[in-house]
């Protein structure tokens, strides 16, 4: 029912707007050399914007770790990964955000596995939505999006960080928050995004000294599975832009954010939201 609802509120926002639909049209991946001897560890890479982050850090010369929570998926996800690239370093290990009591084991797993690579980067972009009212939410609702946004980005950034730090790896780590992380806040979610930004002020904080960079970006309404389910229309109207961001966009932008190019920027979080949540933050629907 609420699908059909959905559909119906979309159609008439197109009509009113004399919007003609736009199919996804994915915009150029940055290339070249930024990543170059870099070693990434991707939270959440099997799709969306964890996937493009694997995608462009790999055209830009990176060896990539990517994490889920199924096997099967990293799976298929290194296998188009190394469709297009098929010199690339993938690795692709189990990694479940929600299990914290399980994640040293599993950073250990991937430290072995690699090779003797040098992990220096992390991108925490693991992350689930739940759009549920205040009045309607529910403890168990209210967990699972606390526990895998934020509970989970903050546990596993505490391993990796130790182990950049033992090793003296002068690196980066970049959070994924969202425009939700500056609306205000009534969902689990736009509560955990605004815990990502504030998180990665107090990290880049904490990691200035040690030669470790922290940024988040914020990106707003992106076309994945997260919003438009499979939908390939990425016409939105109650966006300042009229449509939603690429995950390609994203990507390219979280590229230069873990380059030598950014070292200055530290503990900021770089809006790439179309205006929502800077603009406006009356557009979350
Ligand atoms: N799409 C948007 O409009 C938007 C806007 C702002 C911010 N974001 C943020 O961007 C990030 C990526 O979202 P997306 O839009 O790309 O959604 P997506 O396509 O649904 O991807 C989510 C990714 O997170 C992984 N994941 C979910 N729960 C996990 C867990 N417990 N442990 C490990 N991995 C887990 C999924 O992997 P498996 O399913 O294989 O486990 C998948 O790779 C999230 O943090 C999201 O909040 C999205």
Redesign the pocket.
Not at 124 to 129: K, R
Not at 176 to 180: A, K, M, T
């Given at each position: 029912m609420s699908k059909i609802l959905r559909a119906l509120r979309k159609g008439f926002r197109e009509i009113l707007r004399y919007n003609p639909i736009k199919k996804y049209v994915p915009v150029p991946v940055l290339e070249g050399e930024l990543l170059k001897d870099r070693v990434a560890l991707i939270?959440?890479?099997?799709?969306?914007?964890?996937?493009?982050i694997a995608y462009s850090f790999i055209k830009n010369g990176a060896c990539v770790i990517?994490?889920?929570?199924?096997q099967s998926?990293?799976d298929e996800?290194i296998k188009n990964l190394k469709k297009e690239n098929a010199n690339a370093e993938i690795y692709g290990f189990e990694?479940?955000?929600?299990?914290v009591s399980k994640m040293s084991e599993s950073f250990n797993r991937i430290v072995n596995e690699i090779d003797k690579k040098k992990i220096d980067i992390l991108v925490?972009?693991?992350?689930?939505?739940n759009k549920t009212s205040f009045w309607n939410a529910s403890e168990e609702d209210f967990d699972s999006v606390i526990?895998?946004?934020l509970k989970?980005t903050y546990f596993l950034t505490k391993i990796v960080a130790k182990y950049m730090v033992d090793n003296k790896i002068e690196g980066n780590i970049l959070n994924?928050?969202?425009?939700?992380s500056v609306r205000p806040a009534i969902t689990s979610?736009q509560l955990?995004?605004w815990g990502?930004r504030a998180f990665t002020k107090g990290l880049a904080k904490e990691l200035c000294s040690k030669g470790i960079v922290v940024n988040s970006i914020?990106?707003?309404?992106?076309?994945?599975?997260?919003?438009?389910d499979g939908d390939d229309n990425i016409n939105r109207p109650s966006s300042p832009i009229g449509r939603?961001?690429t995950?390609e966009e994203?990507a390219s932008l979280s590229v230069i954010l873990v380059s030598n190019l950014a070292k200055m920027i530290d503990g900021d979080t770089l809006m790439a939201?179309g205006g929502c949540g800077n603009l406006t933050y009356d557009d979350w629907d």
């Open positions: 939270t959440g890479g099997t799709s969306g914007i964890g996937y493009a990517i994490t889920g929570r199924s998926k990293i996800a990694l479940d955000n929600n299990k925490n972009n693991a992350g689930i939505i526990n895998t946004n989970g994924v928050s969202s425009s939700s979610y955990a995004k990502i914020a990106p707003g309404p992106t076309a994945t599975d997260m919003l438009l939603y961001a995950p994203i939201t």
